[in-house]
């Protein structure tokens, strides 16, 4: 049997990724707001019966952290609303629907790595959104797997690393957040563990006649750090492979400063609360498809010579 893939979000650091990782599986379509308008619950589901996939990937999110706070009824359309039309859709078809949630669905009170049976208690309303959304999904009953992550990252985008960079290039030094801690995921890496959860739960597919893999599931990077600690290593990763490879792009090319100073919560005052603790078990994860994510330093390392040297 052929499969159809419906990949939404396609031109963000997950989607991105998405069109080149799941390609060898099946036959992909990948639309972005360009294409549907996620605020718009019936262009969803007609641009959903229009190409019937067998597995929907929906990696279309609001996550403009602290803007959510002043735009909740934007936040609450893109991550909560349109989960649910997609997945009724889904529930309707029998596809397969495959969601990123994030961190943020937790409070970060925990001194532990969290794992998929902790309660949970956003603080803030990106986090609200997207908990909602989780549930909106799970609520349907259509097959779906939800995969929470934290601190994604790419070379393409806006995000922690590129601005890292820009603003070593501008600044004799960086105050980071060293307060907080996760495992910063890069969008590629996520994106190949995905692949390997549809193609997995296609194989159990087909033996047991049914998607048997439902549920919610960490997929994070290994390891964890602060903000300043990612800082810092990106810009002790970066000059070293410059050096190296010296080659003309946006990722070449000397910085201004090296020096992360690390502050607290208090001095770098945002209008969404974070979770002070945001690293996740990949347990299940690793239980259920035999995934072990690569250290976030590992990754990082990667994502950075892949920026500098093409």
Known sequence: MSLRLLVTGANGQVGWHLQ??????GELLAIDIDQVDFTDPEAIARAIREFQPGILVNAAAYTAVDKAESEPELARAINVNAPAVMAQECARAGTLMLHYSTDYVYDGSKTAPYDERDATGPLSVYGETKLAGDRAIIASGCPYIILRTTWVYDIRGKNFLRTILRLAREKEELRIVGDQFGAPTWARMLAECTAIVIARSFEHRNVAAH??????????AGGSTSWAGFAQAILDDYQ???DVNGET???SGPLKTRRVVAITTEEYPLPARRPQNSVLSNGLIARRFGIIMPDWRHQLRLALQDAIRR
């Not at 080149?20 to 599986?25: F, K, S, V």
């Open 20 to 25: 080149r990782t799941l390609a060898p599986l």
């Open 211 to 220: 998607w048997p893999d439902s549920g919610v599931f960490h997929a994070t």
């Open 249 to 251: 792009s946006e990722f």
């Open 240 to 242: 070293e492979l410059a």
